[in-house]
């Protein structure tokens, strides 16, 4: 083969893998705002609801119990989920609970 026509090639094909480059890079990017961004945000609304904790509040447990917060310490919460019945929970599984519907109040 002729050697020009190599270089020839090379330098096509050098062209299209930069503008192949950007397209990697915007989609990377894309991906980040699409699904980590409003992940962190989340994380985030939950670091927050955990650090202001106060007894009374209305919580939900990561494995579906719902209680009311009773005392709350550095890394655990105390939780009544019936009368007179106190857990002890790791901060990291409990969640906000949802407000209740209007219907369940009655």
Sequence with gaps: MNFNVILLQAAQGGGSMGGSMIWI??????MWFLMMRPQRKKEKEERQFRESLKKGDRVLFSGGVYGKVHSVDSHTVEVEVSNGVILTVEKSMITPAPEPKAEEKK
């Design 25 to 30: 890079i915007l989609l990377f990017v894309a």
